[in-house]
Each structure stands twice: as structure tokens, then as C-alpha cells.
């Protein structure tokens, strides 16, 4: 079975520009939710995303947004990009039956520049 | 406010060394603590999940348990393929986020 799937893998924008990542859950998962890793750190919680609804939202501004889409994938986007923004983001899948058991994918590593 | 702490921030062995990692942790209504692993550059990759205190899992040589305010995991003879950022998260009351400590960097030398 193909596990979680993230695109690009890095990608390298410029301050103000704006980047769209994109996941793929494990086939069967229905909830994904979106990370963001700096280096030395853990994960911080952005969006989790059930069913195409919001379920939750950590402390990130609005420039960061996220859907989910019928076939459960999710794209996350981030505009007027900041230095600060550079780092890895993780997208994770759940099924329902083990609805905290968080599944990642490999990531997509920023660099703003 | 929930808090998550892991101890210490990185730990040297030799191979066969066997210790522990710690997770502490301050939470309302704890629903489950998760143990990840995370190679340079990669996602976390899922270990275990321990739901109460007292509860054990094992998986070659790890073995994480679970108290009321902290969790280990207990590595035995490791070898140099064990070296990794091992992350510890959990999952509280009903907020459906996972909050994370920072990890142990763990490098088993040959």
C-alpha cells in the first residue's frame, strides 16, 4: 500500500511570493492534517482537515490556508511568504478507527529566500 | 497549559548500550501518547501509541511505557541503524491536535 505522498519535495521561493503543497493520504484515511518542522524542533500543529471540514487550527496567521478535496487529498498554501516560513512541512493521514495515530509523509522542504 | 518534555535533548551510546528516553508531560485528560521516529530530512515514522498508565508496547528493541506524568523508551543493545531524533507527542481532551516535545537525538557509535 503507498503510504502518504507530498509534492514537490523542496522548493525554493522569494519573500512575498506565494506556495501551494500538496498531499495524498494513505487510500482509506479520511483525515489529514498539516505540520510545520523547523530544524531542532517537533512538529507545530496548522490545519486538520476530516471529511473536507476544518476540525481544528493551531496558531498560525491567515496567510496560511489548506483544503481538502473530495477524494480526501489537501493542499496547503501559504502567501506573502517571510523568511521565517522556511522550514519542513509534513502533512499526516488518520483513519477513523485510529483517529490520533498520525501517519506522515515524507515531507516538503521550503526555503525562502 | 499542555506541555510536553523530552529528556535529554541528545544522548551518545555505543553500540549495545542499552538506556532510556524520557517524555514528561502536563495535560488535562489524557487521550493517548505517541512515539515517533524521525530520520534527517524525513517525516516521522510511527511507533507506538500507549493509551493509560501501566500500559507497555514492544517493537525489537524498543519498549515504551506509560505512567500518570511521563512515558520512557527504553532502547536495548542498540545498533548504529537505531540512530534517529526519537519524538514523543500526545493527545488530550477533546482538542484533535497532537502536541509535540522536541526530541532526543539518539547516535549509537559502532
Known amino acids: 500500500d503507498a503510504g502518504v505522498t507530498q509534492s514537490p519535495t523542496h522548493l525554493i521561493k522569494t519573500r512575498g511570493q506565494h506556495v501551494t503543497l500538496r498531499c495524498s493520504p494513505i487510500?482509506?484515511?479520511?483525515?489529514v492534517s498539516w505540520y510545520q518542522q523547523v530544524l531542532g524542533q517537533g512538529p507545530q500543529f496548522i490545519f486538520q482537515?476530516?471529511?473536507?471540514?476544518?476540525?481544528g487550527r493551531g496558531n498560525f496567521p491567515d496567510r496560511f490556508s489548506a483544503r481538502q478535496f473530495p477524494n480526501y487529498s489537501s493542499e496547503l498554501n501559504v502567501n506573502a511568504l517571510l523568511l521565517g516560513d522556511s522550514a519542513l512541512y509534513l502533512c499526516?493521514?488518520?483513519?477513523?478507527?485510529?483517529?490520533?495515530?498520525?501517519?506522515f509523509g515524507p515531507g516538503t522542504r521550503l526555503t525562502v529566500t | 497549559e499542555d506541555q510536553v518534555t523530552q529528556s535529554p535533548e541528545a544522548l551518545r551510546l555505543q553500540e549495545g548500550e542499552s538506556s532510556s528516553l524520557n517524555c514528561s508531560y502536563t495535560?488535562?485528560?489524557?487521550?493517548?501518547l505517541f512515539w515517533y521516529r524521525q530520520d534527517p530530512g524525513k517525516g516521522p515514522e510511527f511507533l507506538f501509541t500507549?493509551?493509560?498508565?501501566?500500559e507497555e508496547k514492544e517493537k525489537e528493541r524498543l519498549k515504551a511505557t506509560l505512567t500518570k506524568k511521563e512515558s520512557f523508551l527504553h532502547i536495548t543493545a542498540p545498533k548504529p541503524e537505531d540512530s534517529a531524533t526519537y519524538l514523543c507527542a500526545v493527545q488530550a481532551g477533546s482538542n484533535y491536535q497532537l502536541i509535540w516535545g522536541a526530541g532526543t537525538k539518539l547516535i549509537i557509535k559502532p
Open positions: 495535560v488535562s485528560g489524557l487521550r493517548g
Open positions: 487510500s482509506g484515511h479520511k483525515s
Open positions: 482537515y476530516y471529511e473536507k471540514e476544518e476540525r
Open positions: 499526516a493521514s488518520s483513519s477513523l478507527r485510529t483517529a490520533y495515530e498520525q501517519y
Open positions: 500507549l493509551y493509560s498508565a501501566g
